[in-house]
């Protein structure tokens, strides 16, 4: 099972991303600590990846809440991937100091957190420019950041790009696999075997090769997983090729 962390400055959107990304219903008001505790959900198409939304970061945070937000921060930092939610609808000086509280906030977690872990997503983009957004994104990238990924929950751009993103960072690029029919050493039926590839991984493509009555899928999957299924496949399924193919 992999995990997504979503952090941020509060009020930047998180929840309503994990909203749309998870279709799991979360308060969302344009107020400090709307989310006061850990909320998990599943991210949609993919049944082997949780989502996890947190107190979002503020300047001089009230000691009667720093034990909680400590907690539920360092529970994001310990998720396989990160996402640092950044709202680009601020004005750019406001935009560069919550960057700057984020980023500080995460460097006190660093013991159980690797920047490497780490992608950025602008939100809130249908509100602002195109130049507005290149601008964002050199201030993100000064601060030796790879570049965002800039989305929008209100009109959902950007949110299949952003689950392209999150599936390659997890699974790497996706592989095809060609599942044959059944032999004499081999007695699950074609079907079987791709129902269980569903239950292993997230397929973006299913094609029958009527000339050879192979059935070829494209999946994106763990690599360990699918090298245990294989092991007990008997040579019925065979490996094509990572691809750039990335439609989900």
């Not at 507005?132 to 601060?143: A, G, H, P, R, V």
Request: charged fraction near 25%.
């Amino acid at each position: 099972m992999k995990s997504i962390g979503l952090i941020g400055y509060t009020n930047a959107g998180k929840s309503s991303l994990f909203q749309a990304m998870a279709g799991k219903p979360v308060l969302i008001e344009n107020q400090l600590f709307s989310t006061l505790e850990t909320t998990i959900g599943r991210m949609q198409k993919s049944p082997r990846i949780l989502m996890v939304d947190t107190i979002g970061f503020v300047d001089n945070l009230p000691t009667v809440l720093l034990d909680a937000f400590n907690s539920t921060i360092k529970e994001s930092t310990m998720c396989n991937l990160i996402l640092l939610i950044i709202d680009s609808n601020d004005e750019k000086n406001e935009f560069r100091r919550k960057l700057e509280t984020t980023l500080r906030e995460l460097e006190a977690q660093k013991e159980h957190f690797d920047f490497k872990q780490l992608q950025t997503v602008l939100t809130k983009t249908d509100l602002v420019s195109n130049e507005k957004l290149n601008q964002l994104s050199e201030i993100i990238t000064d601060y030796d950041l790879d570049a965002p990924i800039c989305t929008s929950s209100h009109n959902k751009n950007g949110l299949i790009k952003l689950r392209q993103v999150i599936l390659s960072r997890l699974y790497g690029m996706p592989i095809s696999i060609d599942i044959l029919l059944p032999t004499e050493n081999s007695h699950l039926s074609q079907p079987a075997i791709i129902a269980h590839m569903y239950e292993l991984g997230h397929i973006i493509n299913e094609t029958k090769i009527e000339a050879s009555d192979v059935i070829r899928i494209t999946l994106w999957v763990d690599d360990a997983v699918l090298n245990r299924y294989l092991s007990k496949s008997n040579n019925q399924i065979i490996i094509k090729k990572e691809t750039k193919e990335v439609l989900v």
